[in-house]
């Protein structure tokens, strides 16, 4: 299945550690960024960053294989896609390549929990959003 998605950005001087890489916590924040602007896109309904309103999705899980460094002021993409959907979450792969070079920078995952922010606890997705999830790809 191809990449459903692609959210680009530049490596910052604060991105960095002190070797001059981009920082092991950056990759899950370009990861972060990515998901925000995936979801955005695919439910205009639901905002990922907004406690308000019933219905929310948030990260319970997230692991990522480091392939190569990235460095300062180079341009990252990061390609999105729903891979495994269950009853109340939704696996997401991730994959961090430099646009300048196409080298695999990092690759990824996370586990999306579906949240009911009145109740304050996890709860299954609503039949329009697991549709949705499932035309994007997600199995």
Known sequence: MSWRFSFS??????DLDTNGHLNNVAYHQFFESARV???????PEIE???????F??????????????????????????????????????FQMVCEGDGRLVA????????YDYVAGRAAPFPEAVAERLRAEGAG
């Open 48 to 54: 990922p960053l907004a406690r308000s309103g019933e």
């Open 9 to 14: 950005d530049q490596v910052r001087y604060g």
């Open 107 to 114: 690759e990824g995952w996370g586990t999306l929990v579906g």
């Open 37 to 43: 602007a995936y979801v955005r896109g695919l439910f």
């Open 56 to 93: 929310g999705m948030i990260f319970a899980e997230t692991h990522v294989r480091f392939a190569s460094p990235g460095f300062y002021e180079e341009i990252m993409r990061v390609d999105v896609k729903p891979v495994e959907l269950r009853r109340s979450s939704v696996r997401i792969a």
